[in-house]
């Protein structure tokens, strides 16, 4: 299962449900169970989209952990970890922040807090995409990012800069831009596609947040 | 009718001692297309921004003076890719982005949506994603993103910057085609040689305030030309040492010789 085609909503569901059990449930078995849906979730999405990613990203938390903690300790927050950022991972890469947009809209909620939550998703791709292209022209400016530390370095700032900077300067102009294209607090949008939402969805939805909160009431017991 | 006016209107960027505009004073007309000509920095960009409602709503800083706008406004900024919504995966929406904001209903949306994509012939792209879009393509997407508003007056900067000679020509026909149905237009450009067949007045910017105001006859003015705002015509007239009035086109220089 993708994911492509299911409700935004549920999306938000699914990805939001997995770290909540991951810290309610008793570790390591729950973060493990957590983990691995969420795992085999951002799997679905292909090796280089979704798996590789998510894998990246927890490692160093897992090393961070084994330096402060035991082995016990490591594992069981080093899951619960590991399920928040493949849960992220296969969001970003499963939801269409159109859709989601089209969603919220349909429900008569704010769009500026959609879009706002949409372009968080959006930003991770799109400055992956921009460090590519600066690193290329500091690459043509004869500046290396391979060899030495101190080589390492310096390309990390010549990139950093520039990146910062140039992602300040697009978020002043799409803010002009968005305002002056309708984009305004209060504004009632239209919704041009709202994406389906059955009846089978709004109960898959219901059931996680039900199973969440009994979780957290057994726990608590 | 005055769907535009600035009066006396001085400007502050944020942290800012000296004024990005000073004592600007102008208006636009329904039907009307104002060029906003000068040097890197003199304020053209800003002007715009003011009169658009977004100086210092949006930017910060500080104005004094007074804009009155009479009709909704609608900005196309130079730099296309800051300007596109990143939610929309095809051209159809980006350009129904906007209507879509203002809630109109889905059949109004539908019509404006595709009256701009046949103005800006974009036909063939409406099924495109905008990331997949050349910078020229996707500066038509969003001068029809920001037709599709129906916006009374439309503020353009640089609109022309992404654009090949023939896309350029094709925007200039069409911003005149805006004016006759009755849109207010204020256009900061430095693609001088098109604003005698464009502009209708022209307002001369140095150092943040008006220098002169005129018929586009301006541009072929010894100090324009002196200025480097002069179109090419005339300043190669005034290059060759022939003598003046320079002519403001090739037109009118074919006239001279004769």
């Known amino acids: 299962m993708t994911g492509r085609r299911l409700h935004p909503f549920t999306l938000l569901a699914i990805a939001g449900a997995l770290p909540a059990l991951a810290w309610i449930l008793p570790a390591p078995a729950g973060g493990a169970c957590t983990a691995a849906v969420a795992l085999v ?19 160093p938390f897992w090393v961070f952990l084994r330096l402060l903690h035991d082995v016990p300790t490591t594992i069981a927050i080093g899951l619960r970890i590991t399920t928040m950022v493949a849960s992220f991972v296969w969001l970003a890469a499963t939801l269409a ?11 008569g909620w704010s769009v500026t807090a959609a879009y706002l939550f949409a372009a968080t998703i959006t930003a991770v791709p ?16 004869g500046l290396s990012p391979r060899g030495s530390l101190g080589n390492r370095l310096r390309a990390l700032r010549a990139l950093a800069l520039p990146l ?11 803010a002009l831009a968005l305002e002056t294209r309708g984009m305004v607090s209060g504004a009632r949008r239209t919704p041009l596609a709202p994406p389906p939402d059955s009846a089978v969805e709004r109960a898959a939805r219901w059931a996680l947040l039900v199973a969440c909160v009994a979780a957290l009431i057994w726990r608590l017991k | 009718m005055k769907s535009l006016t600035l009066e006396r209107v001085s400007f502050w960027y944020p942290a800012t001692e000296a004024p990005a505009l000073r004592d600007v004073s102008l208006d636009v007309s329904q039907g009307e297309i104002v060029a906003l000509v000068g040097a890197v920095g003199a304020g053209a960009s800003t002007v715009l921004l003011a009169a658009g409602d977004l100086a210092p709503r949006l930017t910060g800083g500080r104005i004094v003076g007074t804009v009155s706008r009479r009709e909704r406004s609608a900005i196309v900024l130079p730099t296309p890719w800051t300007q596109v919504s990143g939610l929309a995966f095809t051209v159809w929406d980006e350009v129904a982005f906007g209507p879509a904001n203002l809630g109109w209903p889905t059949h109004e949306i539908a019509r404006q949506v595709d009256r701009a994509l ?28 920001t037709l599709a508003m129906d916006s009374g007056l439309v503020l353009f900067d640089e609109p022309a910057a992404e654009l090949d000679a023939e896309g350029a020509r094709k925007l200039w026909r069409l911003i005149r085609v805006l004016a006759k149905e009755g849109k207010a237009v204020l256009l900061a450009t430095s693609a001088l040689d098109a604003l005698p067949d464009v502009a209708d007045r022209l307002v001369w910017l140095e150092d943040g305030a008006v220098r002169a105001v005129g018929t586009p006859e301006l541009l072929a003015d010894v100090a324009a030309c002196d200025a480097g705002l002069g179109t090419s015509v005339a300043t190669v007239w005034g290059a060759s040492g022939l003598p003046g009035p320079y002519p403001l086109t090739v037109a009118h220089a074919v006239r001279r010789w004769r």
């Open chain 1, 41 to 59: 979730l951002t799997a679905s999405r292909g090796l280089r989209r979704g798996l590789w990613p998510a894998v990246l990203t927890a490692a």
């Open chain 1, 126 to 141: 799109m400055l992956r995409g921009r460090a590519r292209r600066i690193v290329e022209a500091q690459r043509c400016r």
């Open chain 1, 97 to 107: 922040p159109d859709r989601l947009v089209e969603a919220t809209v349909a429900r």
């Open chain 1, 164 to 174: 910062v900077l140039s992602a300040l300067h697009d978020v002043d102009e799409r």
């Open chain 2, 118 to 145: 046949e103005h800006l012939e974009l036909g063939p792209l409406a099924t495109r994603d905008p990331a997949t879009l050349s910078g020229g393509e996707l500066q038509r997407v969003i001068i029809a993103a």
